[in-house]
């Protein structure tokens, strides 16, 4: 039995996937609802942004917002081969004129927060300390969620369309079976964050830095934040990182910071702060995009392996791309997962391009370095990749060319019915 007035939207999770989401549909006149377990502001590794996050930014509404933040400005990115050797940096004004060309380092913190608030001010109902236990279904279709806590005695709570925005956990995508791991990149992270350090200068002091170990079997982020914080980690294959190692992470870590001599030098005299985290098996997508009066968005559809920061990127696009069809089925009364999810394709193309490239990394007969002296033409295009332009590019031709140099495995499981069974 459903109980309570049957909104337009709810959302499922606060993050910036579902904040964006819910604010883009309030703003267009839709009644929203959105539910999160958690109290805000609360701790998430991810801080890097994509400079491409400028134009749901601009949408929004929070550009404003973004300057006046505690965030560092990121101008660009470099990567340091196995010797220790940084290459140079690639900048995004290779490619991005004006303010697009800048982005930033974000502590998630404040920054989820104020995304999250600017919802509410956009007039979206937020409820935190509400944890969604299951969906609501009548047969196919999805009409709400199952709800404990907060302050009001919530049970069942309807909706003519439930977004999942509830990140790794996923509570729609692992409900229906729809979650795919990525074969080829079963890799696991260790991850902190440090109290001062060395840093660069002038316009590369904002800079991600991506520096792999001397064995070549694991890289390290180190990404500067505010308050003289930088965020580091270190990733690799699960039978590299876990196979064999003491199972403490604070170990694995400081194994894997001793084999990378650049990152040591940087960190000398810098405090750790807190312990070291884990998360495992981060590259996943889901089958299905969307269903019968149900959309997934952010992590919740899917994750791709943090080398080149895309997690926020595609966390905010894939809610562009979801208000839009959301808002559109409403309109027609149109319900079906065939409308919810009509942007599946497109949005996953500019997903499998990044992929494209991260793939490549991974490859061991692949540098930037040595592609570039092969293919100096392709250098815009690639600019145009670590921006984040999958969008408002076309980088087919610099495909072309990835897939010459390490072919790319098979593994596209998102399936054109949009189905709920």
């Known amino acids: 039995m459903l109980s309570g007035t049957r909104r337009d939207v709810i959302v499922v999770g606060g993050g910036p996937a579902g904040a964006a989401t819910a604010a883009l549909l309030a703003m267009n006149g839709r009644d929203v609802l959105l539910l999160d377990r958690e109290e805000f502001p609360r701790y998430r590794i991810g801080e890097s942004l994509m400079p491409a996050t400028y134009w749901t930014f601009q949408r929004l509404g929070v550009l404003e917002k973004m300057h006046a933040g505690p965030f560092v400005k990121k101008?660009?990115?470099?990567?340091?081969?196995?010797?220790?050797?940084?290459?140079l940096p690639f900048y995004f004004d290779e490619v991005e004129q004006g303010e697009s060309s800048i982005t930033w380092q974000v502590d998630r913190a404040p920054f989820d927060k104020m995304l999250l608030d600017h919802a509410a001010e956009k007039g979206?109902?937020?409820?935190?300390?509400?944890?969604?236990?299951?969906?609501?279904?009548?047969?196919?279709?999805?009409?709400?969620v199952q709800t404990s806590g907060g302050d009001r005695d919530?049970?069942?709570?309807?909706?003519?369309?439930?977004?999942?925005?509830?990140?790794?956990?996923?509570?729609?995508?692992?409900?229906?079976?729809?979650?795919v791991m990525d074969p080829g990149l079963r890799h696991v992270s260790y991850f902190t964050r440090f109290h001062g350090g060395l840093r660069d200068s002038g316009r590369d002091a904002g800079a991600t830095l991506i520096l792999r170990t001397g064995n070549g079997d694991s890289w390290f982020w180190s990404i500067p934040l505010s308050d003289d914080l930088v965020s580091v980690g270190v990733v690799g294959h699960i039978d590299y990182l876990l196979k064999g190692r003491s199972k403490d992470a604070q170990e694995v870590f400081t194994e894997e910071r001793a084999l990378c001599p650049p990152l040591e030098d940087r960190l000398?005299?810098?405090?750790?702060?807190?312990?070291?985290?884990?998360?495992?098996?981060?590259?996943?997508?889901?089958?299905?995009?969307?269903?019968?009066?149900?959309?997934?968005?952010?992590?919740a559809f899917g994750f791709l392996d943090p080398i080149y920061s895309s997690g926020v990127f595609l966390a905010l696009k894939s809610a562009e791309y979801a208000a839009d069809s959301i808002h559109e089925a409403l309109a027609a009364d149109d319900l079906l997962g065939s409308r919810l999810g009509r942007h599946g394709e497109e949005f996953v193309a500019g997903v499998e391009s990044l992929r494209r490239l991260v793939y490549a990394f991974y490859d061991d007969n692949f540098s930037f370095a040595k592609f570039l002296r092969h293919y100096p033409q392709a250098r815009e295009d690639l600019v145009n990749l670590l921006?984040?332009?999958?969008?408002?590019?076309?980088?087919?031709?610099?495909?072309?060319?990835?897939?010459?140099?390490?072919?790319?495995?098979?593994?596209?499981?998102?399936?054109?019915?949009?189905?709920?069974?």
Not at 405 to 414: E, G, K, Q, T
Request: aromatic share 6%; net charge positive.
């Open 124 to 144: 979206v109902e937020v409820r935190t300390g509400v944890n969604v236990t299951d969906l609501l279904m009548e047969r196919e279709r999805v009409v709400g």
């Open 268 to 299: 000398q005299g810098a405090t750790q702060e807190g312990p070291v985290q884990v998360l495992r098996d981060f590259s996943y997508i889901s089958s299905r995009i969307a269903g019968d009066g149900w959309v997934l968005v952010g992590d």
């Open 154 to 179: 919530m049970r069942s709570l309807p909706g003519r369309v439930v977004v999942d925005a509830s990140g790794q956990n996923g509570l729609l995508a692992r409900r229906l079976g729809l979650r």
């Open 75 to 87: 101008e660009s990115v470099r990567f340091f081969a196995p010797s220790g050797r940084g290459a």
């Open 387 to 421: 921006v984040g332009n999958v969008y408002r590019r076309d980088c087919s031709g610099l495909i072309e060319l990835l897939d010459r140099w390490a072919p790319l495995p098979d593994y596209r499981p998102l399936r054109l019915s949009h189905s709920a069974t």
